[in-house]
């Protein structure tokens, strides 16, 4: 796709010492792989699969090693529509065969180390890849410790459902048993995380799902924030739809301090909820390996170069997707993570050419849904301009339509989902 | 040239387009191997507010008029396809509809011709467009006042009831 010439990076590389890969799952391929440029990419999401992909499309001489833990990908957008059983966790599962078919060396492994001076990752099971270029996409880890009681173990009575698939199942378990009359409690977390819209699309459709199963049951949202994104679609819609959705801002003493477990309770400055169905979306930050490489800064999210998303840390690491610091206000999308894996992957095959850094494009749009048939979405478009990232356009969906519109917006979503999809994995 | 190359401006679009333009479905279009012209429009009249739409006139404010011009040439030097995502939830063809629909596209093939394969200058290709795509768009150009067509396409609007319309659509959209 991109028009690069192959001879051009066939002279730039062909007089390089071969270094060859440690891997023992890679000795095979490593005499073929002498004198290639060696990516490795941690983590096969939406901004790992991507540039994993990209950087092929763009040169195929790249020798390119994705690790990632899990054999299945579980999507988190549109994981949502699971949990009221409108939608089948089944929709949301991709694999990596085609990535592999597209000559991406896929390995599931969990990187545990990463040498930015040796230039080289070890996983759990004892392999170790050497890089010239490493792309970081591990999407987000949990505060766990920032509400007491909270914990990963705890999750599996109160799920937070952010990271798709079990959790998502849980969810969906626990809103079925729900007695009658209960609050189903949300706890939204502070930003920045993943998906801002995401706790509020949440809310509606299970607000849609209570109004048919559970009628004299209501959602409260007790939040950390005082505002939320496309908050005045989101409250008017619905008003609009007839659900009943308490919204407790921080300022009104929103935010959770505490849970008891056993006791399915939780705990703000001001008073205690009970419930059979609560759902904890903890604070969050970088994902774990991003800590344990001092890849992050004080804040717990990765500082990088706006224009290439090479961390501002370590040289030859890109940090792209959830875990990496954005500025301009590009959300904690799926959306987002995968332009950024375009613009790091053409920053690479850039740098491998001993060209300068290419300028971006980055976008985002991102809907949420209401109910099966009503969507809202936001999108934006910005650019590199005089050293920063500048917004050129966007905004949100309009505050009045008709009930035409809004099951048009419904059935993009769809559309973009499988787009996407189909973008990263087939 | 400054600026981002072609590849990079459009290949942004894919995310919701599908990848190279060629859409899995359902109701977003493929965009691939369209009329330059006709991409060129579209993505100008967008960016005027000129043409309503749910999310493109906020998207396309964010690009140049040379922009715009790179994006038209990339999609329209693609090649069209189809791409059926396995998963795919949407409205699947109705054969009975296609039938009824044949037709009554009688009319609109003296413009979209070859079964709507054809494309020229600033008509697009409809044959095997999404069908949930093509309904949104009927019932657009069948109930929006303000969206803009040629008077060849309004006057048949006018005469085809909505459900002839929904059969022209199927007819269209099961044509490969
Ligand atoms: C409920 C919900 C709804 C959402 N809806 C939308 C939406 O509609 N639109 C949108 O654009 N975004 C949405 N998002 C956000 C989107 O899911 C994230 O922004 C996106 O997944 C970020 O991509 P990423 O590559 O950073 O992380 P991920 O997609 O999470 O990928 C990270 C991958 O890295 C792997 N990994 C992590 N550490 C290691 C390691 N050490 N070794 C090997 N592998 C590792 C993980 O297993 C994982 O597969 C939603 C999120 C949620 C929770």
Redesign the interface.
């Known amino acids: 796709?991109?028009?690069l010439s192959r001879r051009n990076f066939v002279k730039l590389t062909g007089g390089l010492a071969a270094v060859g890969l440690t891997s023992p799952l890679l000795t095979g391929s490593a005499r073929a792989a002498e004198g290639k440029k060696r990516v490795v990419i941690i983590g096969g999401g939406y901004g790992g699969a991507i540039a994993s992909r990209?950087i092929r499309m763009a040169d195929p001489n790249i020798v390119v090693t994705l690790i990632e833990k899990e054999k299945i990908y579980y999507s988190c957008p549109l994981s949502n529509p699971v949990i009221i059983k409108t939608r089948d966790l089944?929709?949301q599962r991709w694999t990596y065969e085609n990535l592999v078919k597209n000559g991406v060396n896929v390995q599931y492994d969990e990187v545990v180390e990463i040498d930015p001076v040796k230039k080289s990752v070890t996983t759990a099971k004892g392999a170790s890849f050497s890089y010239d270029k490493l792309v970081v996409s591990p999407g987000v880890d949990f505060k766990w410790e920032a509400i007491e009681g909270y914990s990963e173990k705890a999750s599996e009575k109160i799920p937070h459902g952010w990271k798709a698939g079990t959790q998502t199942l849980l969810l969906q378990e626990q809103l079925s048993a729900m007695t009658d009359g209960d609050p189903y409690i949300i706890v939204a977390p502070p930003m920045p995380f993943r998906c801002p819209p995401g706790p509020y699309e949440r809310a509606g459709l299970v607000a849609w799902y209570l109004k048919q199963h559970k009628p004299r049951s209501k959602v409260i949202i007790l939040d950390a924030k005082d505002k939320f994104a496309k908050q005045g679609l989101f409250i008017n819609g619905w008003k609009e739809l007839g659900y009943n959705v308490e919204w407790v801002p921080g300022n009104e003493g929103g935010k959770v301090t505490r849970v008891d477990v056993e006791g399915m309770k939780v705990f703000t400055e001001m008073q205690e909820y009970k419930s059979s169905a609560i759902n904890i979306i903890p604070a969050q930050k970088a994902g774990k390996i991003a800590h344990m490489a001092g890849l992050v800064d004080k804040t717990g999210w990765c500082p990088v170069n706006q224009k290439t998303y090479e961390s501002t840390i370590h040289k030859d690491i890109y940090v792209i997707g959830d875990a990496c610091i954005a500025t301009a206000e590009i959300p904690k999308s799926g959306?987002a993570a995968?332009?950024q894996g375009?613009?790091a992957a053409?920053a690479i095959v850039a740098a491998f050419k001993g060209q300068g850094e290419?300028?971006?494009?980055?976008?985002n749009?991102c809907y949420s849904l209401l109910s099966p048939d009503y969507g809202i979405?936001v999108?934006?478009?910005?650019?590199f301009k005089d050293g920063q990232v500048t917004k050129?356009?966007?905004?949100v969906?309009p505050e009045k339509a008709s009930a035409?519109?809004r099951k048009?917006?419904a059935?993009?979503a769809?559309?973009?989902y499988?787009?996407?999809?189909?973008?990263m994995f087939? | 040239m400054a600026g981002p190359t072609p590849s990079m401006l459009s290949n942004t679009c894919a995310g919701c387009h599908g990848p190279n333009g060629v859409a899995p479905g359902p109701s977003i279009p493929t965009i691939a191997g369209m009329p330059y012209n006709f991409l060129k429009l579209m993505m100008t009249e967008f960016l005027k507010d000129e043409r309503p739409s749910t999310i493109m006139s906020r998207v396309a404010k964010g690009y140049s008029d040379a922009d715009i011009d790179v994006i038209a040439k990339h999609f329209s030097e693609l090649k069209w396809g189809v791409q059926g995502g396995a998963s795919v939830k949407g409205k699947s063809i109705d054969p009975a509809k296609a039938e009824k629909g044949k037709p009554l596209a009688k009319e609109c093939e003296k413009c979209h011709e070859e079964g709507g394969k054809k494309q020229d200058e600033d008509t697009p290709r409809i044959a095997g467009q999404w069908l949930e795509y093509l309904l949104i768009k009927m019932d657009d150009y069948k109930t929006n006042e303000k969206y803009p067509q040629p008077k060849k396409m309004k006057s048949q609007m006018d005469k085809l009831s909505v459900e002839d319309l929904e059969a022209v659509a199927h007819y269209f959209a099961s044509q490969k």
């Open positions: 796709m991109y028009n990209y089944k929709v959306y995968n332009s375009k613009i053409a290419p300028d971006p494009s980055y976008v749009t979405s999108a934006a478009i910005w650019t050129v356009s966007g905004g969906s035409a519109f048009q917006e059935s993009y769809e559309s973009w499988q787009s996407i999809m189909a973008e087939s």
